[in-house]
């Protein structure tokens, strides 16, 4: 199978370009400013669908020769992408069937990009048609290494609510349940007295008058995200017909709830994601953090690539704050820490037109004579010197379950708070891993575990009886477990698992939950009695196995277990019955990394101790990263080699400029 690496050396440096926004006398210029930053690899024709076939099966591929000859010929190699993503005027006018529909039945307009349905036959012929002429076109030029199918599937139409979906989803629930009776046992219908006559009568959840059927609206998220992939997949199989180069499209992990990339994993030749910092949030270089490994996750542990983030602001926010002096270069040295081969930027040079005029850019308006292209060029020379760090891996002995089925699941209506949500819970659970330095990997709930000394498991809702078992089986086998409140509740068609809550953990936690008794919006509970204060959730633990860590000393469950533990086979599970936030500062015990600390030490999970919260450290192979994100120095004991970016030698410590970044290749002996 194709694969990495896509350049011949290092680490690809370049970002999406868009050329046909500008007159030819312009590339000249471009080219130019590209070997001066060191890019050496460029994203091309993204939205280039309406120069390339200005009328239906008219095709004119001469600009598109000209620019990719003139990057081939000054060393720039390109990721030519299909430009499926916005299909042209015309496509739209002569196929109105093809229009997006969204839940309230309107018509989705047009003069904007991915307004078409995914599940439109006339769409699939048009993008597999003009991804075939490219690939037969390009395929044998030697700048092109690699394609970039479409652009960011189910951004702004993941799904559609239109005629020609619903019979396409009659087809694929036909597919999954054979008949249907079996689909109206799955769904279980005979709640409100909803059962189907026949698959003819199912109609996409469509804007309903009250709670829908929470089953159906499962299945039409992996209909919907099964539409998007047979979509790649036909694009990818007429540039595969040509071309033997590796194929991606870039994803938008974790900020598009709706696609599920596990499902999507095993399409790909190379992992790619894009990534975007919410510019509002106080120390989103945690959240930059998680998409990285959840990224690297995804990719199997395999190296992949950042094909998008910004210089700078983006214009799509409230408020596009800009990043900070030093920001880019950590952010960018962050994903490459956490597995990423590439830095890539949207986008090459800021486009004067439409609804992105206000986004960053390598090149900004401003031009040369500016900082943040001084930034860019120094950046590009920094990630010459990383070269050696291509194609390492990153390892971690502690794995957090993400599935989108569970949260997709969780945010359904009418569960027993609105408070409790899935990206919240993770996103705490991570921060308090990341606040202790711990490295992690993110997993299914049914992949292999063997790897890991913990997992953990943060508020998911939905398990299935395999990955329930798997679970077991991990803490049988000598592994640790830690879950979260609401875990284990329903099964795959979001059907509350037979007896007692939690259904599928009962047996591994040893315990169950008699009632939920969720709190009112801000409502707080106290846990033990050092300071510990749980939120939105309590409920009341009934041991069978299990013994008290932990009691609520407050709220409806006083004196009953809030934090528990289950010594099972040659492992333990711990169960937190209720929502602790990440404590904040290098000493904190509070709240979630009190009880995180003492299930990492029994699990034996190495970790630095006694750095500051501000501090990022981990290894990517040999390479140990160092990135200080907060205003003072910080030194680091216990580090020895040579530093890859500044050329030092750190004998015993590192010192870690506020706001820097160190990377040390220990000796070769060491
Ligand atoms: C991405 C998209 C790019 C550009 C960018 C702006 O989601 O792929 O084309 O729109 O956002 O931040």
């Given at each position: 199978m194709p694969g990495y690496?896509?350049?011949?050396?290092g680490i690809a440096y370049g970002g999406d370009y868009?050329?046909?926004?500008?007159?030819?006398?312009v590339w000249h210029e471009d080219v130019r400013l590209m070997r001066e930053a060191g890019v050496n690899l460029v994203s091309l024709g993204i939205f280039g669908w309406s120069l390339l076939?200005?009328?239906?099966g008219v095709y004119d591929f001469g600009r598109l020769d000209r620019i990719i000859d003139l990057l081939g010929s000054s060393g720039i190699r390109v990721d030519l992408?299909?430009?499926?993503?916005s299909p042209p005027t015309w496509f739209r006018t002569a196929h109105p069937g093809s229009h997006l529909v969204d839940r309230a039945g309107h018509v989705v307009a047009g003069g904007?990009?991915?307004?078409?349905?995914?599940?439109?036959p006339e769409y699939a012929a048009a993008s597999e048609r003009i991804a075939g002429r490219l690939a037969a076109r390009?395929?044998?030029?030697?700048?092109?290494?690699m394609w970039h199918v479409h652009?960011?599937?189910?951004?702004?139409?993941?799904?559609c609510y239109c005629e020609t979906s619903a019979e396409a989803f009659r087809d694929w629930l036909r597919e999954r349940h054979g008949d249907v009776a079996a689909l109206n046992a799955a769904w279980g219908t005979t709640f409100w007295g909803?059962?189907?006559?026949?698959?003819?009568?199912v109609e996409p959840p469509?804007?309903?008058?009250?709670?829908?059927l929470t089953a159906l609206q499962l299945d039409y998220a992996r209909f919907s995200v099964d539409a998007h992939i047979a979509n790649f997949r036909r694009e990818r199989d007429a540039i595969r017909r040509f071309s033997d180069l590796p194929v991606t499209t870039n994803f938008m992990i974790p900020n598009c709830?709706?696609?599920?990339y596990w499902r999507w994993a095993?399409?790909?030749d190379v992992v790619s994601n894009d990534h975007y910092l919410d510019?509002?949030?106080?120390?989103?270089h945690i959240e930059l953090a998680m998409a990285a490994d959840l990224t690297r996750s995804v990719a199997g542990g395999r190296p992949w690539m950042l094909m998008e983030h910004s210089t700078g602001a983006v214009n799509w926010q409230p408020r596009n704050l800009a990043k900070r002096p030093g920001e880019m270069r950590r952010n960018s040295l962050a994903h490459v820490a956490r597995g990423s081969d590439s830095v890539l930027f949207f986008q090459w040079r800021a486009s004067?037109?439409?609804?992105?005029?206000f986004h960053s850019a390598m090149?900004?308006?401003?031009?040369?004579?500016s900082e943040l292209w001084r930034d860019v060029v120094a950046l590009g020379a920094e990630l010459r010197e990383l070269?050696?760090?291509?194609?390492s891996r990153v390892e971690a002995e502690v794995a957090l379950v993400w599935d989108w089925e569970s949260y997709w699941a969780l945010e359904l209506?009418?569960?027993?708070?609105?408070?409790?949500r899935f990206r919240e819970r993770v996103e705490a659970y991570y921060e308090a891993l990341w606040r202790e330095h711990v490295t992690v990997d993110f997993v299914h709930?049914?992949?292999?575990?063997?790897?890991?000394r913990m997992v953990v498991v943060p508020s998911s809702y939905l398990l299935t009886e395999a990955a329930g078992k798997n679970l077991h089986r991990h803490v049988e086998a000598g592994g640790h477990l830690l879950v979260s409140c609401?875990?284990?509740?329903?099964d795959e068609n979001d059907t509350i698992h037979?007896?007692?809550?939690p259904g599928v953990l009962r047996d591994v936690l040893g315990l169950s939950v008699e009632e939920f008794h969720p709190l009112p919006e801000n409502g707080t509970v106290a846990v033990g009695d050092d300071g510990l204060t749980g939120r939105i959730w309590s409920e009341r633990v009934r041991l069978a196995g299990a013994r008290t860590v932990?009691?609520?000393?407050?709220?409806?469950?006083?004196?009953?277990?809030?934090v528990t533990r289950h010594e099972l086979g040659a492992g333990t599970a711990w169960y937190v019955a209720t929502a602790l936030d990440p404590g904040v500062g290098p000493d904190t015990d509070g709240d979630l990394r009190a009880i995180l600390r003492a299930a990492l030490d029994a699990a034996g999970v190495s970790r630095p101790r006694?750095?500051?919260?501000?501090l990022e450290i981990l290894r990517r192979g040999r390479h140990l990263f160092l990135l200080n994100h907060g205003d003072e120095p910080v030194t680091v004991p216990g580090v020895s080699g040579?530093?890859?970016?500044?050329g030092a030698e750190y004998a015993g410590s590192a010192t870690v400029p506020a706001g820097g970044v160190t990377v040390v290749e220990p000796a070769p002996d060491a």
């Amino acid at each position: 199978m194709p694969g990495y690496p896509v350049l011949p050396e290092g680490i690809a440096y370049g970002g999406d370009y868009n050329p046909e926004q500008w007159p030819e006398e312009v590339w000249h210029e471009d080219v130019r400013l590209m070997r001066e930053a060191g890019v050496n690899l460029v994203s091309l024709g993204i939205f280039g669908w309406s120069l390339l076939e200005p009328e239906e099966g008219v095709y004119d591929f001469g600009r598109l020769d000209r620019i990719i000859d003139l990057l081939g010929s000054s060393g720039i190699r390109v990721d030519l992408a299909t430009p499926t993503s916005s299909p042209p005027t015309w496509f739209r006018t002569a196929h109105p069937g093809s229009h997006l529909v969204d839940r309230a039945g309107h018509v989705v307009a047009g003069g904007s990009r991915h307004s078409f349905c995914p599940s439109s036959p006339e769409y699939a012929a048009a993008s597999e048609r003009i991804a075939g002429r490219l690939a037969a076109r390009y395929a044998g030029h030697p700048a092109v290494v690699m394609w970039h199918v479409h652009n960011e599937y189910g951004w702004a139409n993941a799904r559609c609510y239109c005629e020609t979906s619903a019979e396409a989803f009659r087809d694929w629930l036909r597919e999954r349940h054979g008949d249907v009776a079996a689909l109206n046992a799955a769904w279980g219908t005979t709640f409100w007295g909803l059962t189907y006559g026949s698959f003819h009568e199912v109609e996409p959840p469509r804007l309903a008058p009250a709670g829908q059927l929470t089953a159906l609206q499962l299945d039409y998220a992996r209909f919907s995200v099964d539409a998007h992939i047979a979509n790649f997949r036909r694009e990818r199989d007429a540039i595969r017909r040509f071309s033997d180069l590796p194929v991606t499209t870039n994803f938008m992990i974790p900020n598009c709830e709706p696609m599920d990339y596990w499902r999507w994993a095993g399409e790909v030749d190379v992992v790619s994601n894009d990534h975007y910092l919410d510019a509002g949030r106080a120390e989103g270089h945690i959240e930059l953090a998680m998409a990285a490994d959840l990224t690297r996750s995804v990719a199997g542990g395999r190296p992949w690539m950042l094909m998008e983030h910004s210089t700078g602001a983006v214009n799509w926010q409230p408020r596009n704050l800009a990043k900070r002096p030093g920001e880019m270069r950590r952010n960018s040295l962050a994903h490459v820490a956490r597995g990423s081969d590439s830095v890539l930027f949207f986008q090459w040079r800021a486009s004067r037109y439409g609804a992105e005029k206000f986004h960053s850019a390598m090149l900004p308006h401003a031009g040369t004579d500016s900082e943040l292209w001084r930034d860019v060029v120094a950046l590009g020379a920094e990630l010459r010197e990383l070269a050696p760090v291509r194609g390492s891996r990153v390892e971690a002995e502690v794995a957090l379950v993400w599935d989108w089925e569970s949260y997709w699941a969780l945010e359904l209506e009418w569960r027993p708070s609105v408070d409790l949500r899935f990206r919240e819970r993770v996103e705490a659970y991570y921060e308090a891993l990341w606040r202790e330095h711990v490295t992690v990997d993110f997993v299914h709930p049914a992949a292999d575990l063997s790897a890991y000394r913990m997992v953990v498991v943060p508020s998911s809702y939905l398990l299935t009886e395999a990955a329930g078992k798997n679970l077991h089986r991990h803490v049988e086998a000598g592994g640790h477990l830690l879950v979260s409140c609401f875990s284990g509740i329903v099964d795959e068609n979001d059907t509350i698992h037979p007896g007692a809550y939690p259904g599928v953990l009962r047996d591994v936690l040893g315990l169950s939950v008699e009632e939920f008794h969720p709190l009112p919006e801000n409502g707080t509970v106290a846990v033990g009695d050092d300071g510990l204060t749980g939120r939105i959730w309590s409920e009341r633990v009934r041991l069978a196995g299990a013994r008290t860590v932990r009691a609520f000393t407050g709220g409806p469950d006083a004196g009953h277990p809030a934090v528990t533990r289950h010594e099972l086979g040659a492992g333990t599970a711990w169960y937190v019955a209720t929502a602790l936030d990440p404590g904040v500062g290098p000493d904190t015990d509070g709240d979630l990394r009190a009880i995180l600390r003492a299930a990492l030490d029994a699990a034996g999970v190495s970790r630095p101790r006694g750095l500051p919260d501000t501090l990022e450290i981990l290894r990517r192979g040999r390479h140990l990263f160092l990135l200080n994100h907060g205003d003072e120095p910080v030194t680091v004991p216990g580090v020895s080699g040579t530093g890859v970016l500044d050329g030092a030698e750190y004998a015993g410590s590192a010192t870690v400029p506020a706001g820097g970044v160190t990377v040390v290749e220990p000796a070769p002996d060491a």
